[in-house]
């Protein structure tokens, strides 16, 4: 059998959508669909669709190791002529769903509106832009029915600096946690849990010892009982990787390692 890091780096692949992928081929059809429709319907009203989130950053997961995997659309609103509020653009975003995809799943999910099309799901967030003497800034819906600020390429540009600092370990590394992330249903908010592996330090790393080494630097404080204990049994199945590593019995490594992220050996 291969050892730890060749198959850690084999899953890493695997938990990639790749370009020219039939999967790839057909979200970036829907993606362009999408975004035609949308500029039909609304017209003038908006100013721009940007993609951002996981699949920008090829992050993502392939939806049949996430179920959950969406991708994040950023719908810029032209307010040249009035001034609406978020929940009105929210449904807007939602009757335009209703209208152009019938068959579809549609629902309300703070802040955007999901669009789920079997194969595919979709999170449509309304946006403004807020400009003032001094900065330009990006707005979507708060929980409180007003404005924050975001900024939807911030965080692709610090993930991207991280994965060329540590030769292109990271985001691999982050697709492999997600993976168990998604097997646990979700300790972390995906979105949280990329932020915390982009924030460490690969420096000298392979797969093998960096996946570990991300494992041992999770936390699992001001998780809930029941999100801390797959956290806790995440680091146990580490100390067992480590225990046969050290008695260099690759093959009961990779076996407790497939039972972490729920893979075939």
Same mark, same amino acid.
């Given at each position: 059998?291969?050892?730890?890091?060749?198959?850690?780096?084999?899953?890493?692949?695997?938990?990639?959508?790749?370009?020219?992928?039939?999967?790839?081929?057909?979200? *970036?059809?829907?993606?362009?669909?999408?975004?035609?429709? %949308?500029?039909?319907?609304?017209?003038?009203?908006?100013?721009?669709?940007?993609?951002?989130?996981?699949?920008? =950053?090829?992050?993502? %997961?392939?939806? $049949?190791?996430?179920?959950?995997?969406?991708?994040?659309?950023?719908?810029?609103?032209?307010?040249?002529?009035?001034?609406?509020?978020? +929940? *009105?653009?929210?449904?807007? %975003? =939602?009757?335009?769903? +209703?209208?152009?995809?019938?068959?579809? *799943?549609?629902?309300?999910?703070?802040?955007? &509106?999901?669009?789920?099309?079997?194969?595919?799901?979709?999170?449509?967030?309304?946006?403004?832009?807020?400009?003032?003497?001094?900065?330009?800034?990006?707005?979507?819906?708060? $929980?409180?029915?007003?404005?924050?600020?975001?900024?939807?390429?911030?965080?692709?540009?610090?993930?991207?600096?991280?994965?060329? =600092?540590?030769?292109?370990?990271?985001?691999?590394? &982050?697709?492999?946690?997600?993976?168990?992330?998604?097997?646990?249903?979700?300790?972390?908010?995906?979105?949280?849990?990329?932020?915390?592996?982009?924030?460490?330090?690969?420096?000298?790393?392979?797969?093998?010892?960096?996946?570990?080494?991300?494992?041992?630097?999770?936390?699992?404080?001001? %998780?809930?009982?029941?999100?801390?204990?797959?956290?806790? *049994?995440? $680091?146990?199945? +580490?100390?067992?990787?480590?225990?046969?590593?050290?008695?260099?019995?690759?093959?009961?490594?990779?076996?407790?390692?497939?039972?972490?992220?729920?893979?075939?050996?």
């Amino acid at each position: 059998m291969a050892s730890i890091n060749y198959r850690l780096q084999q899953m890493a692949t695997d938990l990639f959508i790749k370009y020219g992928s039939t999967e790839r081929d057909y979200i *970036t059809q829907k993606i362009e669909n999408l975004k035609y429709n %949308l500029k039909a319907y609304f017209a003038n009203s908006i100013s721009e669709i940007l993609i951002f989130g996981s699949f920008k =950053r090829d992050t993502i %997961l392939p939806r $049949k190791f996430d179920e959950s995997s969406d991708i994040d659309i950023l719908i810029i609103f032209n307010q040249a002529d009035r001034e609406l509020t978020p +929940e *009105t653009y929210r449904n807007q %975003l =939602r009757k335009f769903c +209703e209208l152009k995809y019938s068959t579809s *799943t549609v629902v309300k999910s703070h802040p955007s &509106i999901v669009l789920e099309m079997g194969k595919i799901k979709f999170d449509l967030v309304p946006c403004r832009i807020n400009q003032s003497f001094w900065s330009t800034s990006h707005q979507i819906p708060d $929980k409180n029915g007003s404005w924050m600020n975001t900024d939807p390429k911030g965080f692709n540009e610090t993930l991207t600096a991280a994965n060329n =600092r540590y030769n292109s370990l990271v985001k691999p590394i &982050i697709r492999l946690l997600k993976r168990w992330n998604a097997f646990n249903n979700y300790p972390y908010a995906t979105y949280e849990l990329e932020q915390i592996i982009a924030a460490m330090n690969f420096s000298k790393d392979n797969y093998e010892t960096g996946f570990l080494y991300a494992i041992r630097q999770l936390s699992a404080t001001n %998780l809930p009982d029941y999100q801390a204990k797959k956290v806790e *049994t995440l $680091k146990n199945n +580490e100390g067992w990787i480590k225990e046969y590593l050290d008695r260099d019995n690759q093959d009961k490594a990779i076996e407790v390692l497939c039972r972490i992220l729920g893979l075939k050996v």
